[in-house]
């Protein structure tokens, strides 16, 4: 018998991968990472590295001087690697690659993005196309849905256990740490409770889904109490009573996270440094920026936080029946 150390370090390195998978899992830093709903098939890629470890390991040992049918593990001459060949450079490379994010996964924290990262994808550019957006599809994608649930929608008025049902089950502050799905009937409900409840509270289960909402006719929530958490973002051409309340919102990785946010003017705003995370309260309202009108909140109370442990939002999962 002969060992091949070769195939005993890309055992290790199936094993490692399996084991940075779960440590991600154990400390919730996976989140940081992707959405919340691929948390199973996160799990799932860490279960077939742990498999594939435990076939690899049945190749580290082997019969000395074993031919294969059509070529000998001793030699390349057959014009494909069978893992024994010599270690050269072009397999050192190889290696490197794959030992990377391994490093990376297991040494160095997780780090949150934040208003440098705001700057790269275009700040106060991105909210205004988001806007732009949300004016071209006003008559689409929500009317449709508003349209699909109109008997359900008379008897949400009907019936005001429902209500509270809703009330308490979906906006919930902690409902982002749950796999939680709602159908379309349930999502239309939410929508409701925006147009009626006294003060908007933007919670992390409904910020994306208010966000979009209020974008849509800024001045139908004119004159609204609203209460917000996010880190501060500041561009060149602020004021100096002005700044960002931004979050990052994940589709389905960091990777594809982008900024939303309210523009806010209150007179302490110049002494609060970027990333500084708060908690405010304020009167929303509609101000032009750069000829595109965006929703903005006059800020009546304000107080810094520390960095939320969950600080990404994530889109509702809308149950497709």
């Known amino acids: 018998m002969k060992i091949s150390y070769q195939q005993a370090f890309r055992a290790l390195i199936l094993l490692t991968f399996s084991a940075m998978i779960l440590k991600m899992h154990s400390t919730g830093d996976i989140t940081k990472f992707i ?13 077939i590295f742990l498999f594939l470890f435990f076939i690899q390991i049945t190749r ?5 001087d074993i031919s294969h049918e059509h070529c000998s593990h001793e030699d390349n ?3 494909h690697d069978h893992g024994n060949s010599a270690f050269n450079v072009k397999k050192f490379i190889s290696y490197m690659i794959i030992i990377f994010p391994l490093l990376t996964g297991f ?3 997780p780090k949150v993005l934040d208003s440098s990262i705001a700057a790269k994808k275009g700040g106060m550019a991105v909210l205004s196309s988001q806007k732009s957006s949300q004016k071209d599809t006003n008559n689409t994608p929500a009317n449709d849905t508003n349209d699909d649930n109109t008997q359900s929608d008379t008897s949400i008025n009907d019936n005001t256990q429902s209500d509270a049902s809703i009330d308490d089950n979906l906006v919930n502050p902690n409902i982002t740490e749950s796999q939680k799905e709602i159908s379309k009937e349930e999502f239309t409900q939410l929508i409701q409770m925006l147009e009626t409840m006294p003060i908007i509270e933007m919670n992390d289960f409904v910020f994306n889904a208010y966000y979009e909402e209020i974008s849509k006719d800024v001045s139908k929530f004119k004159g609204r109490n609203i209460e917000l958490k996010g880190f501060v973002y500041k561009e060149d051409g602020f004021e100096e009573n002005q700044l960002v309340i931004s979050r990052f919102l994940i589709t389905h990785c960091v990777a594809d996270a982008s900024i939303i ?6 007179n302490e705003a110049s002494s609060i440094e970027q990333d500084t995370w708060i908690e405010a309260k304020g009167v929303l ?4 920026y750069n000829g595109m009108e965006l929703p903005y909140i ?5 107080k810094t936080i520390n960095a939320l442990k969950e600080p990404y939002l994530y889109p509702i999962n809308v149950k497709i029946l």
Request: some cysteine; overall charge positive; charged content about 20%.
């Open 77 to 79: 001459n057959c014009g």
């Open 60 to 64: 580290i040992w082997r019969v000395k």
């Open 285 to 288: 309202d509609v101000t032009n």
């Open 107 to 109: 040494f160095l924290p």
């Open 35 to 47: 959405n919340p709903k691929y948390v199973g098939l996160s799990q799932s890629a860490s279960v």
């Open 298 to 302: 006059k800020i009546t109370e304000w």
């Open 261 to 266: 946010g309210f523009l806010s003017e209150f």
